[in-house]
């Protein structure tokens, strides 16, 4: 296994690891820097080993936020099924780093190995899963349910209580205008599960987040780590200044 704060490639057999380390690159992740463009070839692959990219699906002028990529995964999905574009847009929403590689090398290397190929296609059901939910906690759950649950999903992602989330980004997250991303703030605020700033909130109770969240959050987490048990992620409840 590789050394890498990347939790899929710590989780590479050497022989996969020696593959792709020629052809990666350590690079910084600034906020809206562009990682794919809709129905645009896909260029180079991510493994993000700080910050979160959001995969944003568009129609005309709408976009909502539908997954989040962070050190547990990998941009490029389409690269690993065989394809070479996809018709969402992702780009860095938390500034962070990480590695890069070139898709025709990514390409290269599942063609090689087939153990590499499917490691990556376990992330690829993880990553379908997480979709799955937001579409269902998008058509069924309360407000503050779904701000609970993509909190605790950043959370999960990032190493602190500090969340530097904007309201446009909630917007993008929850698929409301700002007045409703300002109701649900002030739902978790008044049971003192959250503190929010300018542009940041600080996570206060991460267990009231997740009873708040219910079962709207969960499922994806436990299924990553049963597809990608060797890899060192924890998508799972932390240490915080819970009750």
């Known amino acids: 296994m590789a ?25 910084s992740l600034m906020v809206r820097k562009d990682i794919e463009r809709p129905n645009r070839r896909i260029e180079a692959i ?21 997954g989040l990529i962070g050190r547990e995964g990998m941009t490029g999905l389409p690269i690993v099924l065989g394809d070479d574009r996809t018709p969402h847009s992702t780009y860095v929403q938390v500034a962070g780093a990480g590695q890069c590689i070139p898709a025709l090398d990514l390409a290269s290397a599942l063609g090689t190995s087939r153990s590499l190929r499917d ?6 059901q993880a990553f379908g899963l997480q979709t799955t939910h937001t579409a269902i906690c998008n058509a069924r759950s309360r407000l503050d349910q779904r701000l609970a649950r993509w909190l605790l999903m950043a959370h999960d992602r990032l190493d602190t209580n500090l969340l530097p989330l904007t309201h446009e980004f909630l917007s993008l997250m929850l698929g409301v205008r700002r007045a409703g991303v300002t109701e649900a703030l002030h739902m978790l605020k008044t049971r003192g599960l959250i503190a929010n700033g300018r542009s940041q909130i600080t996570v206060r109770d991460r267990k009231g987040l997740e009873r708040v969240a219910g079962q709207a959050y969960g499922i994806p987490e436990a299924e990553y780590r049963r597809l990608l048990g060797r890899a060192r992620i924890v998508l799972s409840p932390k240490i915080s200044s819970g009750r």
Do not use: R
């Not at 704060?5 to 690079?27: G, R, Y």
């Not at 700080?50 to 568009?58: L, M, P, Y």
């Not at 490691?119 to 690829?124: G, M, S, T």
């Open 119 to 124: 490691l990556l296609l376990k992330y690829v």
């Open 46 to 66: 991510y493994f993000p080993e700080s910050g979160i990219v959001s995969v944003v699906a568009v129609q005309k002028k709408t976009e909502v936020e539908v």
């Open 3 to 27: 050394s890498s704060p990347n939790h899929l490639l710590a989780s590479l057999i050497a022989s996969d690891f020696d593959l792709l380390e020629p052809n990666l690159t350590t690079v």
